[in-house]
């Protein structure tokens, strides 16, 4: 798996767009971008995931850079919900497994 | 969309006893699934790889005497915490995937366990 680099801790304000960068500068060809969240003591959530082209589903839009060294979910109109740790993950092949680092919390304020 | 179920939620065992958390992938077949462990205000560490039909792949440190895997069916994984210390009270979870779909993994609801 490619190592990926996120901001430790984000706010945002309810209602808002939260913006997540992650930062995946070695990934490889044929390596995937995956987001997921963790709501306290609740098993992670699959978000959204992407190979080189934009991505949007009914929770997400995903952004990746044209290097594909670098990607930004975005959460367009956040809620309290939301607030979460977000884990983006590069990883691919054929029996590929999820490595989590430390994500991001983001807490979204009312 | 895929589901996970994985039971039980929470869990007390006393020291020295073993307890079987199951991971079951409801409206799918899972060839693979995973086993992660998190401690508090920790990330989820992946323990080890289960294949249907197969040994378990461990990640380097799990000892694999102690957290005993078995995939006997393309729905259900178990992992067997033997010999139950203190330490080992964590938060089990299980993930797995539907090998004919290239979608995110689905994950359980994990397991709160506790030895005393």
């Known amino acids: 798996d490619a190592k990926t680099t996120q901001p430790t801790s984000m706010d945002c304000a309810e209602g808002r767009a939260a913006n997540l960068p992650c930062n995946h500068s070695t990934i490889s060809g044929n390596e995937y971008v995956y987001w997921y969240r963790q709501i306290h003591s609740q098993g992670p959530q699959y978000i959204i995931h992407g190979l080189k082209n934009n991505e949007t589903n009914e929770m997400a839009s995903l952004i990746i850079t044209e290097d594909r060294k670098s990607s930004t979910l975005i959460l367009p109109h956040a809620t309290l919900r939301d607030t979460a740790v977000y884990y983006c993950?590069?990883?691919?092949?054929?029996?590929?497994?999820?490595?989590f680092g430390k994500g991001t919390l983001l807490t979204v304020n009312p | 969309g895929a589901v996970v179920s994985q039971h039980p939620s929470r869990v007390i065992c006393k020291s020295g006893t073993s307890v079987k958390i199951e991971c079951r992938s409801l409206d799918f077949q899972a060839t693979t699934m995973f086993w992660y462990r998190q401690f508090p205000k920790q990330s989820l560490m992946l323990m080890a790889t289960s294949n249907e039909g197969s040994k378990a792949t461990y990640e380097q440190g799990v000892e694999k005497d102690k957290f005993l895997i078995n995939h006997a069916s393309l729905t259900l994984s178990t992992l067997t915490v033997t010999s139950a210390h203190p330490e080992d009270s964590s938060f089990y979870i299980c993930?797995?995937?539907?090998?004919?779909?290239?979608?995110?993994?689905?994950f359980g609801s994990g397991t709160r366990l506790t030895v005393v």
């Open positions: 993950i590069a990883t691919g092949g054929s029996n590929y497994k999820l490595t």
């Open positions: 993930s797995a995937r539907e090998s004919s779909i290239n979608y995110g993994y689905t």
